[in-house]
């Protein structure tokens, strides 16, 4: 199954569980793109010892996970892409929506 997962919260709590919830799809064998939007292009920054969301995106990548973010988003935030952020479009959020079988939200 294709799955998709968007993320615009940033609630640590909130996206450690979501990025967890994409390890466990991954897991299963699904392939899964998460696209982070508005707050959740955060998720890096509000990253805790005890909801570590940095290293559960690790995990997500390393284990053939794609991640995207707005990019309007992060400039918003006067912050810069990376390969745990990258600048992404709303284009690609619509293709994500479009080619996955179900989308969960955050």
Not at 10 to 30: I, K, M, P, S
Request: aromatic content about 10%; glycine content about 8%; proline content about 1%.
């Amino acid at each position: 199954m294709k799955i998709g997962v968007i993320i615009s919260s940033n609630d640590v709590e909130t996206c450690w569980n979501a990025l967890r919830y994409g390890n466990f799809a991954l897991g299963q064998d699904d392939e899964v793109k998460v696209f982070f939007m508005g707050k959740g292009v955060e998720y890096q920054e509000i990253s805790t010892d005890k909801f570590n969301t940095v290293e559960q995106a690790e995990k997500f990548i390393q284990s053939g996970g794609k991640v995207y973010a707005c990019g309007s988003c992060i400039k918003s935030r006067e912050r810069e892409g990376s390969d745990m952020c990258p600048i992404s479009t709303m284009k690609d959020m619509f293709e994500i929506v479009k080619e996955s079988d179900k989308v969960v939200t955050f």
